[in-house]
């Protein structure tokens, strides 16, 4: 008569039986080699949500994933969650390319700052012999553009600035463009500060640096004409300065930065123009 095996020990059986099939295909695959962990760094504007992603290869089967933020507090929730500060996706094992993407989504109101996650392999996901040699350290980089819009009275000088904060690297390019308000959706380039050589743009148009000429645009930084990019403060500064022929109608106006490999930073400026009698009634009416 054969022995009877009881339910618990046959449970026990088919986890050890599982075990060992799963130790075999991960020797037969890749040996002892770690799992590789490859970060893609992210870089947003302030008030908008970051998406960070981990790529995890040389995997044989899925796994769970774990954010923690730089102090190390676990962070995002499965599924999406509006009233928490992060989302947190697993995407399906893919067992042609023995890989998996865990991603982690900053909700706007929590991309503040320049920061730091970190992403890792759930605890028993891989035997300890296979885990990564190191963490995938994630870094998210937070930009801003701060400038003001400006109200004037018609065929009068403005100047109009704009002010980028964390700018980690030399522009290859920095431009102002406008368009009409109303009447026309055509977009003209004014200028890009790192092309222009004695005041002639890339694209022809003539904008003088200088700030006595009689040029309808002038592009400046600082007041001083120089194009420096101030990388002890990660920060840049340009302004243009229209003269009174620039002002006969409202327009808008867009500041650029072109950073190495990135899309561009840009912020809309609004130059609103009115007349002095328009001014003079509107000021009689409110009293």
């Known amino acids: 008569m054969k022995p009877r095996v009881g339910v618990g020990t046959a449970l026990l059986l088919s986890t050890l039986l599982s075990y060992q099939h799963v130790a075999q295909a991960t020797e037969s695959q890749f040996g002892t080699d770690p799992v590789v962990i490859t970060p893609k760094p992210t870089i947003v504007r302030t008030g908008t949500p970051a998406t960070l992603t981990c ?4 995997l044989e089967h899925q796994i769970e994933v774990l954010w923690t933020d730089r102090s190390g507090a676990k962070v995002g929730v499965y599924g999406p969650n509006t009233r928490d500060s992060y989302t947190q996706i697993t995407r ?6 023995y890989s998996q993407e865990g991603v982690l989504i900053v909700h706007a109101h929590a991309v503040i700052a320049t920061t730091s ?3 890792e392999i759930g605890a028993g996901a891989v035997p300890e012999n296979r885990l990564p040699l190191t963490p995938g350290r994630i870094g998210l980089q937070v930009y801003s553009i701060t400038g003001l819009s400006r109200q004037v009275i018609r065929e009068t000088d403005v100047l109009l600035s704009c002010q980028f904060a ?9 431009y102002w463009e406008f368009r009409k308000v109303i009447t026309s959706n055509a977009v003209t380039k004014l200028c890009s500060a790192q092309s222009t050589t004695e005041g002639l743009c890339a694209d022809g148009k003539i904008i003088s640096r200088n700030r006595d000429s009689d040029a309808t645009y002038n592009v400046d930084r600082e007041g001083d004409g120089s194009s420096a990019y101030i990388a002890s403060d990660r920060s840049l500064v340009t302004t243009l ?3 009174a022929k620039g002002t006969l109608e409202d327009r808008l106006y867009t500041c650029g930065v072109k950073l190495p490999e990135l899309d561009p930073w840009t912020l809309q400026l609004t130059v609103d123009t009115f007349t002095l009698s ?3 009634l509107c000021s009689f009416r409110a009293v």
């Open 55 to 58: 790529v995890f290869t040389k």
């Open 92 to 97: 399906p094992y893919d067992p042609d390319e």
């Open 117 to 119: 996650f970190k992403c």
């Open 166 to 174: 964390y700018v980690t690297a030399q522009p290859d390019e920095v």
């Open 241 to 243: 300065f229209i003269r």
């Open 278 to 280: 328009r001014f003079i």
